[in-house]
């Protein structure tokens, strides 16, 4: 099924890009280019339409998201005065918030919205690469997710860029289509990462600007690849499960994708911007695939990196100036995790620490890097957190993995143990010895 054609009448469009729908199975369309908002049934039969260009309340200026609370039917439409307005399913003006100096909540460049639980909004800013909770009754942050303020820069494994599309869960748990970095967040409603995905390219679960995305009721993802021109679609912990779609005007085929949404019997419902119109999907047979749950296996996977050292020394390895510190490895385990590494401050110059992970060698795709500002002072040493948690991996892939200081920094890496403690007393031998990078492994069921 489909409807639309570019135009600017009553079910035409100019760019379709925002797509929810509400309890009884209506469909709202944020018609960007037209600015309106329009709403059908579920056949594609047209109901009403409100906004236009303009300042004013009830009206958009440039409008970039949509989203609907099926408990409550309330429509939310965020727009690049940054501000986020709400409507009831009729499209009757409530609210607008998020651009005045004296709202509770201050946006810059809300790009996408996810109606979360208990009335809640998470909404995407551009303005600092963060994502908020808000609470649409009173306008309130519940909680500010800086993509883990600790890494910083870099790319790092929760920084976000441009991130374009939100889908949230029941249990609280949200999904982000992080476009700039051609990848899929699973972040708990504390932003805590439960798992990536995804790289630029064209491939089985690569990404080209995805712009959109959605959660059945089984928890499978399903991400609009736009730059792609498909629909790919992932159980919730990454693993890929199919795609479908090229660059086309046929049926089943599709001109940038956009809006994505999936109804409570797994009809699947797509904004194809590019064709202006919508295409509607039968619910795919997933129904025997179970949803992947958190399970934290106990131990830490060690891999020891060898260096040669002078007799006597009782000094671990100087990533000091220009010489980092890197190993190639091949896991054994598809999730990685880098929690933390000890390291002793013997330099007067920069704190910054950065560490990079690269699929295959040295000169590899980078698929993250994340630097951390220690903390430490000269002669000191301490634990530093990257807490890098479920970064998606191929078992038996090679893989690189480097540390490395700024530009004036000095710092040792120190051997540890294998219970994780460390080793302040051993003496270097002359002989190789083995310095351990900490992934603590976990697993999907």
């Not at 479908?244 to 956009?258: E, L």
């Not at 219970?419 to 069921?445: H, M, N, S, V």
Request: aromatic residues 10%; charged residues 15%; contains cysteine.
């Amino acid at each position: 099924m489909k409807w639309g054609t570019l135009g600017t009448k009553i079910g035409q469009f100019n760019s379709p890009r925002g797509l929810s729908i509400d309890g009884q199975g209506n469909v709202y369309v944020l018609d960007v280019n037209n600015s309106f908002v329009q709403k059908f049934n579920t056949t594609g039969e047209y109901i009403t339409r409100w906004g236009g260009a303009s300042n004013i309340d009830g009206t958009f200026t440039n409008p970039t998201a949509l989203t609907v609370d099926a408990t409550t039917n309330t429509v939310y439409v965020a727009d690049a005065k940054g501000r986020i307005q709400s409507f009831n399913s009729n499209g009757i003006f409530i609210a607008s918030w998020g651009h005045r100096s004296n709202d509770k909540v201050r946006l810059g460049a809300p790009l996408a919205l996810a109606a979360g639980t208990a009335s809640t909004l998470w909404v995407s800013d551009a303005t600092d690469g963060r994502i908020q909770q808000v609470a649409a009754a009173n306008q309130a942050d519940l909680a500010l997710i800086t993509s883990q303020t600790a890494l910083v820069g870099c790319n790092g494994p929760g920084a976000l860029s441009d991130a374009r599309a939100i889908a949230a869960t029941p249990n609280g748990d949200f999904y982000v289509a992080d476009s700039g970095n051609n990848r899929v967040h699973w972040l708990s409603s504390s932003g805590e990462s439960l798992a990536v995905w995804g790289s630029q390219g064209t491939g089985q679960s690569q990404f080209n600007n995805p712009q959109g995305i959605a959660v059945d009721s089984n928890q499978n993802v399903y991400v609009a690849d736009t730059g792609n021109h498909r629909i790919q679609v992932f159980r919730n912990d990454g693993t890929f499960l199919g795609s479908w779609g090229a660059k086309g005007s046929a049926n089943s085929r599709f001109d940038q994708p956009m809006g994505i949404d999936v109804d409570p019997n797994g009809k699947i419902y797509v904004a194809d911007s590019g064709n202006n119109r919508i295409q509607v999907f039968s619910a795919l047979d997933l129904t025997a695939l179970q949803p992947a749950e958190r399970v934290f296996i106990p131990g830490i996977q060690t891999i020891d990196l060898f260096i040669d050292a002078a007799v006597g020394t009782d000094t671990a390895f100087d990533i000091g100036g220009s010489s980092p510190l890197a190993q190639s490895f091949r896991p054994q385990f598809s999730s990685l995790s880098i929690i933390d590494v000890f390291l002793l401050n013997q330099g007067s110059g920069s704190k910054n620490v950065t560490l990079s992970l690269r699929k295959g060698g040295a000169d590899g795709p980078l698929m993250l890097c994340a630097t951390q500002n220690t903390g430490i002072d000269q002669g000191e040493s301490a634990w530093v957190s990257f807490n890098i948690r479920n970064i998606r991996i191929e078992p038996g892939a090679l893989y690189t993995i480097e540390l490395s200081p700024a530009t004036g920094a000095n710092f040792l890496w120190s051997r540890t143990t294998s219970d994780g403690y460390t080793d302040g007393d051993a003496t270097i031998d002359g002989e190789k010895q083995p310095f351990d990078w900490k992934f603590r492994t976990w697993g999907f069921t």
